[in-house]
């Protein structure tokens, strides 16, 4: 579902999720290696995060703006 063509790869954004390690191996049937690359990518994550808590860095997302509108919630 997800095989990608020359010609996706030439138009899509490095970021797109089907560029992931995990989703591809799971894909391919590797649950095994798809959860262990999803796990490495998480902790990836949260230590960059906790470097930021700890030197006072305030993140700003790169491609979206945080906008909050007035919701009521049922």
């Known amino acids: ?9 030439e138009n899509l ?3 797109d999720c089907r560029f ?10 590797a649950l095994d290696l798809g959860a262990k690359e999803k796990n ?4 990836k ?3 960059k ?5 700890q030197n006072e860095i305030e993140w700003n ?3 979206f703006d945080l906008e909050i509108e ?4 049922l």
Request: no cysteine.
């Open 40 to 43: 490495r990518l998480e902790e």
């Open 61 to 63: 997302p790169q491609w």
């Open 49 to 53: 995060r906790k470097e930021r808590e």
């Open 45 to 47: 994550q949260r230590l």
């Open 20 to 29: 992931r390690p995990d989703l591809r191996a799971y894909e391919y049937g």
């Open 13 to 15: 954004p490095p970021t």
């Open 1 to 9: 579902m997800n095989h990608l063509r020359t010609i996706d790869l």
């Open 70 to 73: 007035n919701h009521e919630v």
